[in-house]
Structure formats: C-alpha cells, structure tokens
C-alpha cells in the first residue's frame, strides 16, 4: 500500500477549540499509511493584493504546505452560520497570487463539530462553495456533521463515543479513497 498525507486546517484559532480536538481525533484514527500533518494558519496576516508581488514567508510556508500534501480536510466550526474569519483569510492566501491557487486540482474534504444540531452544515455549505470555486475535488459523502457533546472529544483527541469513532474512520477512509482515485489519474495524466 502507497504511504499518503493528508494535511489538516482547523478554522478555529480558539485556545479551547472543540475543532482541533476533532482532528486531533482524526490524527488518532487515520488509516494505516496514512498520515495527517497539521498546515497551520494562525500566524496569517490579514491577506491583502499588497502582498502579491512578495508573499510573507508564512504565507509561503502555509501554500508550500498545501503543495507537499496528497489532499486536505478542512476542519472547521461555524461562526455566524459561516467559516470563520480566520479560515477565509487563509483561503484567500491559498488563492493568490493570481493564477497560483493551491487548491487547485487538490483533493479536499470538510467536517466540523459544534454544539448545534446541525454541526456546522451551514459553513460548510459555505466552504464548499469556495472549494469548488477553487477546481478542488470535494469528497460529497460522507458529509461530516458532527453535533458536540461535552466529553466527546478528550483533550488529546480521544474520542468516547464508539459510534463516533466507527463514523470518522469511515469519513477518513473515503476521503483517503478519493485522494487515491486523484493519484491516480495524476499518473495517467503526466
Ligand atoms: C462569533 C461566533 C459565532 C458563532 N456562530 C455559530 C453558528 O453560526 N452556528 C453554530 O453552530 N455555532 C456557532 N457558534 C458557536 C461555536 O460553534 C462554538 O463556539 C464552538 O466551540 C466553536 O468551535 P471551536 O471551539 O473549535 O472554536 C459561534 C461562536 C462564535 C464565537
């Protein structure tokens, strides 16, 4: 079997972000030869067209990471029925300079976790919309809707629920499923 990484954004910059928990939680659980590697954005400026002609190295760093890896989730909470700020601003360093965007032809996957019922379907309707716009191929299901519960996640990303548990494995595996089929067709197409 192929070793794969997969890059993970958490689009929350909370010092008690029930989001970095869950990935924490996917880390945990990720498949055999399938390793996932934070691509961090706290440290973003606030993106600005200023900055095309001469990228900050931290912007460089944050698309470089995008480069390096086979595919990204997005693992993110819902602010205002959207993505955060934070998230947004560090999609649109992903999108530029013009002409540059990392997402292109990257596979992708979204998923979040609040305390609503509807577990962040809503920013992620939003983020999808913006990945799409991007040419990123998006895995459509399992859609990962996750409503928190206090204790569901541990601090170190264990997760407590079984069923839970049971369901991320399955949202890693057909995610790592379709970053695979996109491998593929790189090599058929080089
Ligand atoms: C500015 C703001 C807006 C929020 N808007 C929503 C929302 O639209 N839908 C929702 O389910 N939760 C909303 N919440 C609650 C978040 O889901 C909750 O704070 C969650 O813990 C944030 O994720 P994090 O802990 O990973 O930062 C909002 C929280 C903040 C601070």
């Given at each position: ?51 095309d002609?001469?990228?900050?190295q ?5 698309k470089?990471?995008?480069a ?120 058929v197409?080089?």
């Amino acid at each position: 079997m192929t070793a794969r990484t997969i890059g993970y954004i958490v689009g929350s910059i909370s010092s008690t972000s029930i989001n970095r928990r869950l990935a924490r939680a996917l880390e945990r659980l990720a498949p055999e030869d399938v390793t996932l590697v934070e691509i961090p954005i706290r440290d973003l400026p606030h993106y600005s067209p200023d900055h095309d002609a001469d990228f900050p190295q931290v912007a460089r760093d944050f698309k470089q990471g995008i480069a390096d890896v086979d595919g990204v989730v997005i693992v993110t909470p819902e602010y205002s029925r959207s993505i955060p700020g934070v998230l947004k601003n560090a999609l649109d360093w992903s999108s530029r300079p013009y002409g540059q965007n990392s997402f292109n032809g990257k596979p992708t996957a979204v998923i979040g976790t609040s305390g609503g019922a509807i577990g962040t379907a809503l920013a992620q309707q939003h983020l999808k919309a913006v990945l799409s716009h991007f040419n990123a191929p998006t895995l459509g299901q399992p859609e990962g809707f996750i409503q928190s519960t206090p204790g569901l996640f541990t601090e170190e990303g264990e997760v407590t629920d079984e069923t839970t548990a049971a369901f991320l494995r399955g949202y890693l595996d057909a995610f790592t499923a379709l970053v695979d089929r996109y491998a593929e067709k790189a090599k058929v197409t080089v």
